[in-house]
Structure formats: structure tokens, C-alpha cells
């Protein structure tokens, strides 16, 4: 049974640029859930994913977007790139069953915005 | 709004010592309640959960934690902590144990230093 895997593992962007970053859920699993993790601070919940739709969402504004695919993997992107965007992006897939299941975090992409 | 409260950002202890990591919760109906660890460069693992029944609650690891719902309270506890539990520790509420539609509302950590 293969873990949650996420890509790149590093990236580096300008200010204005945008980004995809990738995420592959654990085998069985049908929700993704994205977090942004700034440096000193605990992981903030972007949004969820679950049957290609998005399921509820923090506090980010719409130039944060996913999708989840058929395969239940799925893609962050985020617009116009600021520098407050640096942070470790960390994807969770989880079993959706009754209340859903347990997040398995991947080990995050870490963007860095000049 | 839940929120998750980590007093501590830093805490050392000893080799072989005890350890008890405090998180205090604000959560408007009964929530699910989580600690996570965080390895340099890592992603979090889960070491516990918390949602109903004991309110001592036996992780991985050797952690365990208590409920005090008078308190408001979901404490991380170890009786003796290895060079290897030094690590990042997240306290974590959520209405489902994937955190449902508003997703889990993590702590800001407490930073855990192993003296030899």
C-alpha cells in the first residue's frame, strides 16, 4: 500500500508566477484535503476535495484552486503568487465512510516566492 | 470559531524524563481531538485521537493523552522520552476525524528538545 505522495518536493517562484502542486492518494482513498503549513506555524486547511468537487474551504481566496481528478489524485494551483505564499503545502487523502475517515498526510511541497 | 491553543513553543527535557505537552481547545459542539508529530522535513503523523469513551487515550509511540472536557483540555503525555521523540507536536480539533468541511484546525506547536 503506497503512502500519500506529493510534488515537487522544492520549488522556488517569483512573485506573479503560478503554481501547480500534485498529490497522489493513499491507495482507497476518495478525499484529498490541501493545508498550508507557514514556517512556525501549524498547518491551515485550504480546502477538501471529494468526488471531484470541492467539499468545504478555510479561509484562502479564490486565486487558491484545486481539482481532484478520477483517479482521486489531485492539484493545487494558486494565482498571482505573493511572497506570504512561502510555505509547506501539505496534502491528506482520507476514506470518506459515515463522518470520514482519518487524514495520512504526505510530506508536503515547499514553495518558496521571491 | 474552534480554535486550538499551544502555550508552550518550546519545551526541553531530559532523556529518560516525563513529558506532558498542554493544548487547550475552544469547539462549539462535542469534537474529535488530535496530536500530530512532526519530523524535520516531514509530513504529520497521527500519534492519538480522541472522540468519545476513555478519556485517557493510548497513542502510538508510547503517548497517551487525556480528555478533561471541564478544562477544555486534550494533553500530551510520555513517562519517559527518547533522543527520537524531538520533533514538532501539533494539537488538533476537527467535527470529523478528517476534519469534514471546515478541515481540522491545528495548534501552532510546541517545539520538543531531547537534552542527552
Known amino acids: 500500500e503506497t503512502g500519500v505522495t506529493q510534488s515537487p518536493t522544492h520549488l522556488i517562484k517569483t512573485r506573479g508566477q503560478q503554481v501547480t502542486l500534485r498529490c497522489s492518494s493513499q491507495s482507497g482513498h476518495n478525499t484529498v484535503s490541501w493545508y498550508q503549513q507557514a514556517l512556525g506555524q501549524g498547518p491551515q486547511f485550504i480546502f477538501q476535495y471529494y468526488r471531484e468537487e470541492e467539499n468545504g474551504r478555510g479561509n484562502f481566496p479564490p486565486r487558491f484552486s484545486g481539482l481532484q481528478f478520477p483517479n482521486y489524485s489531485s492539484e493545487l494551483n494558486v494565482n498571482a503568487l505573493e511572497l506570504d505564499d512561502s510555505a509547506l503545502y501539505l496534502c491528506?487523502?482520507?476514506?470518506?465512510?459515515?463522518?470520514?475517515?482519518?487524514?495520512?498526510f504526505g510530506e508536503g511541497s515547499r514553495l518558496t516566492v521571491l | 470559531a474552534q480554535s486550538v491553543t499551544q502555550p508552550d513553543i518550546h519545551i526541553t527535557v531530559s532523556e529518560g524524563a516525563s513529558l506532558e505537552l498542554r493544548c487547550n481547545y475552544s469547539?462549539?459542539?462535542?469534537?474529535?481531538l488530535f496530536w500530530y508529530v512532526q519530523s524535520p522535513g516531514q509530513g504529520l503523523q497521527l500519534l492519538l485521537k480522541y472522540f468519545s469513551g476513555d478519556t485517557l487515550v493510548q497513542g502510538i509511540k508510547g503517548f497517551e493523552a487525556e480528555f478533561k472536557r471541564s478544562q477544555s483540555s486534550f494533553n500530551l503525555r510520555k513517562p519517559s522520552v527518547h533522543w527520537s521523540d524531538a520533533a514538532e507536536y501539533f494539537c488538533a480539533v476537527g467535527a470529523t476525524l478528517g476534519g469534514g468541511a471546515d478541515g481540522l484546525t491545528f495548534g501552532k506547536g510546541t517545539h520538543l528538545i531531547i537534552q542527552p
Open positions: 491528506a487523502s482520507s476514506r470518506r465512510q459515515g463522518s470520514g475517515g482519518e487524514l495520512f
Open positions: 469547539y462549539g459542539a462535542t469534537p474529535y
